[in-house]
């Protein structure tokens, strides 16, 4: 264990318990994510890894990835070099409260703003996203919440992550596993569906992923 596990270890233990999602508690709790995150969840650079924002994340979806990432789902392929990372900082979250009471002050975070970094034809991507993504993610990026569907609202995320994942679940670093209900069912959509849509408007996958979040980045703060 790091010292920084251990020093975290040690804080959360001697933090008066409370249950739900309990804003003060969240964050405290939020200390052990700023190493990495960022004191606003703005996101950080630690080395040559660059962290994302995470500031306005669903509560609900920040609580599910935790949940994943603590149980194997998620951050486990050996090519996922920042979900390893997650793992064993999730873990530190021991009891169901602390990880709603993280979550609901993820969410409360304003959204930081970052700088664009993928270039893609808007036009394009607005196509490709009402014919391929809109029925899962809404028709204002809000997603759905709904167990057999868990698509998370893209306005808190960073382009270079949206793509970042995107690529992750088509190589199947992300995903994979059986019990990651929203994973399970991006993986097809990327390797068959937009394939076949792109191809049909005569272009790729690779270009149409850079088309799809140049359009979801272009509404990020409408």
Known sequence: MTRLAIALTFLLANIPDSSGADLKRGKFIFQTCAACHGDAGEGKTVGTLYLPPIAGLPAWYAEIQLKNFQNGVRGAHPAD????????MSRLLTTPADVSATAAYIESLPRSKSRV?????????????????FSC???????????????????????WYMMEQLEKFITGVRGSHPKDAGGTKMRPILADVLPQVATARGSNRAQALKDVVAYIYSHRDK
């Open 81 to 88: 070099t920042k979900g390893l990372l997650m793992r064993p």
């Open 117 to 133: 970094t993928v270039e893609g034809n808007v036009a394009r991507g607005e196509f490709y996203y009402k014919n391929v993504c």
């Open 137 to 159: 993610h809404g028709d204002k990026f809000q997603g759905n919440p709904d167990p057999t569907v868990q698509a998370p609202s893209h306005r808190a995320m960073a382009d």
